[in-house]
C-alpha cells in the first residue's frame, strides 16, 4: 500500500504490548504515545513519540522521549560527566556546527508536526518555533538529542549522533541490552489508552 500524508510508517503504531513495555521502562503509565520512532534490534522500544498536544489540551513539545533505562542511564552519565557545557561552548565557535544544530531544531519541529498530523492532533500554536533539549543554540538534555537522533537516523542532529557515538560503552545499536533492564514480571503500571488507538479506530469506520 502507498504510504499517504497521514499514513504512519510501518513498524510506528504502538501495540499494546509497547505500551505496557514502556510503561515498564519508565515505571509510570505512559499517555499519548503515538508512536515508536525507533526500536531496539529485538524489537522493543528505545524512543516514544508523544502526540504534539496531550489528550488533556496540554501542548507538548518534546515530541521523541528516550525510554531505555539502559539509554538513559548512559545519556545520564554524559550529562553528569559535563558534555553538555563542552558542546554548548562548541555551538559558540563552531560556526558549521550551529547551522547544523539550527538545522536539527528546525527537522524537530517538522517531525513534530508530521506526527501531529499523522496522530490527528492538528496544530498546536503554542509550541511554534519551540524544539526541545536546547535546541537550537543550546545543549540543555542529551536524552532529548540522542532520542531525536535514533528516531531520525545518523545526520538529523549532529550532537545527537556525537552524544549516541558517546555511550557506546554502555549501549549500542548492534545488539539487545533488554535482558534486566526492566521488570518484566511486573505489573503495568496502568493501561493506556493512546490517542493513537482511538484515532485508528475512527480511521477504520
Ligand atoms: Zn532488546
Not at 110 to 121: C, H, L, Q, V
Not at 146 to 171: F, M, S
Request: hydrophobic residues 40%.
Amino acid at each position: 500500500m502507498p504510504a499517504t500524508a497521514s499514513s504512519t510508517p510501518d513498524g510506528r503504531v504502538p501495540s499494546q504490548q509497547d505500551l505496557d513495555t514502556l510503561s515498564r521502562q519508565l515505571n509510570r503509565p505512559v499517555r499519548d504515545v503515538v508512536e515508536i520512532p525507533a526500536r531496539c534490534v529485538c524489537g522493543n522500544p528505545l524512543v516514544a513519540a508523544t502526540a504534539p498536544r496531550l489528550s488533556n489540551g496540554i501542548p507538548f513539545p518534546t515530541t521523541f522521549y528516550l525510554t531505555h533505562p539502559v539509554l538513559t542511564a548512559a545519556a545520564s552519565r554524559l550529562e553528569a560527566a559535563g558534555m553538555m557545557n563542552e558542546m554548548t561552548e562548541r555551538l559558540g565557535t563552531d560556526d558549521e556546527l550551529a547551522a547544523a544544530y539550527e538545522k536539527a531544531h528546525l527537522s524537530y519541529i517538522a517531525a513534530r508536526e508530521a506526527i501531529g498530523e499523522r496522530a490527528g492532533t492538528g496544530p498546536v500554536p503554542e509550541i511554534a518555533g519551540i524544539s526541545a533539549g536546547g535546541m537550537p543554540t543550546r545543549v540543555k538534555c542529551l536524552h532529548v538529542l540522542i532520542g531525536h537522533a535514533l528516531a531520525e537516523g545518523p545526520g538529523a542532529n549532529p550532537l545527537g549522533d556525537e552524544a549516541l557515538a558517546a555511550v557506546a560503552p554502555w549501549w549500542t545499536a548492534d545488539r539487545c541490552y533488554c535482558e534486566g533492564a526492566w521488570d518484566n514480571a511486573a505489573p503495568v503500571p496502568n493501561k493506556d489508552l493512546s490517542r493513537h488507538v482511538k484515532h485508528l479506530n475512527q480511521q477504520e469506520k
